[in-house]
C-alpha cells in the first residue's frame, strides 16, 4: 500500500469514526430531550388533567346549586298550590252554604231604602214581630235576585283567589 491509499484510508475511517460519532451524540442527544419531552408532556398533562378537574367540580357544585334552588322553588309553589286550592274551596263551601240558607229563606237579602224625605221620620210604618227598630227603612230582596248577587259575588271571590295566586306564582319565579 502507497502512503496515498494509506491516507486515503485513514482518511476514510476518521470519517467513518466521525459519522458513527454523530450518529451516537445524535442518538443521546434524542434520547435526552425525548426524556426532557416527555417529562414536559407528562407535566403539562397533568396541569391540563387537574385544570380540567377543577372545571369539572365547580361546574358539579354550580349544577348542584342550580339544582336546589329550583327544587326549593317548586316545593314552595306547591306549598302555594295547597294554599291556594284550601281557600279555593273554604270559598265555594261558603257560598254553597250562602246559596242554601237564601234558598231556604233561613237568610234574606235585604238593602237600604232612601229616607223619604217628606215624612222626616226614620221610624218604619209598621212594627215587625221582633220589636220595634228605629232606623234606615229596607226592603227585602226576591231570593231569585239574590241567588244572581251571590252568583256575581262568587265569580268575584273566585278571580280574587285566583289572582293571589297568580301573583304568588309570579313572585315565586321571578328572580
Same mark, same amino acid.
Given at each position: 500500500? =502507497?502512503? %496515498?491509499?494509506?491516507?486515503? +484510508? ?17 442518538? %443521546?442527544?434524542?434520547? &435526552? ?6 417529562? !414536559?408532556?407528562?407535566?403539562?398533562? #397533568? ?25 326549593? =322553588?317548586?316545593?314552595?309553589?306547591? =306549598? !302555594?298550590? !295547597? ?23 233561613? @237568610? &234574606?237579602?235585604?238593602? @237600604?231604602? /232612601? ?7 226614620? %221610624?218604619?210604618?209598621?212594627? +215587625? ?9 229596607? *226592603?227585602?230582596? /226576591? ?11 262568587? /265569580?268575584?271571590? /273566585?278571580? %280574587?283567589? *285566583? ?8 313572585? #315565586?319565579?321571578?328572580?
Amino acid at each position: 500500500m =502507497t502512503p %496515498v491509499q494509506k491516507l486515503a +484510508g485513514l482518511a476514510v475511517l476518521i470519517l467513518l469514526l466521525m459519522a458513527a460519532a454523530a450518529g451516537v451524540t445524535w442518538q %443521546v442527544q434524542d434520547w &435526552r430531550m425525548g426524556k426532557k419531552l416527555s417529562e !414536559q408532556m407528562a407535566e403539562q398533562g #397533568a396541569a391540563h388533567q387537574k385544570a380540567l378537574d377543577a372545571i369539572t367540580s365547580e361546574a358539579w357544585k354550580q349544577q348542584q346549586a342550580e339544582q336546589d334552588r329550583r327544587l326549593a =322553588t317548586e316545593k314552595q309553589i306547591a =306549598t !302555594q298550590d !295547597q294554599k291556594h286550592i284550601k281557600e279555593l274551596s273554604d270559598a265555594k263551601r261558603n257560598q254553597a252554604a250562602l246559596r242554601d240558607r237564601l234558598a231556604t229563606s233561613d @237568610l &234574606r237579602l235585604s238593602v @237600604l231604602l /232612601d229616607e223619604d224625605s217628606a215624612s222626616g221620620c226614620n %221610624v218604619p210604618s209598621a212594627a +215587625g214581630a221582633v220589636g220595634v227598630v228605629h232606623a234606615a227603612r229596607r *226592603a227585602q230582596l /226576591d231570593p231569585a235576585h239574590a241567588q244572581r248577587i251571590i252568583a256575581i259575588t262568587d /265569580d268575584g271571590d /273566585d278571580a %280574587v283567589i *285566583a289572582l293571589r295566586a297568580c301573583q304568588a306564582y309570579v313572585r #315565586a319565579i321571578a328572580p
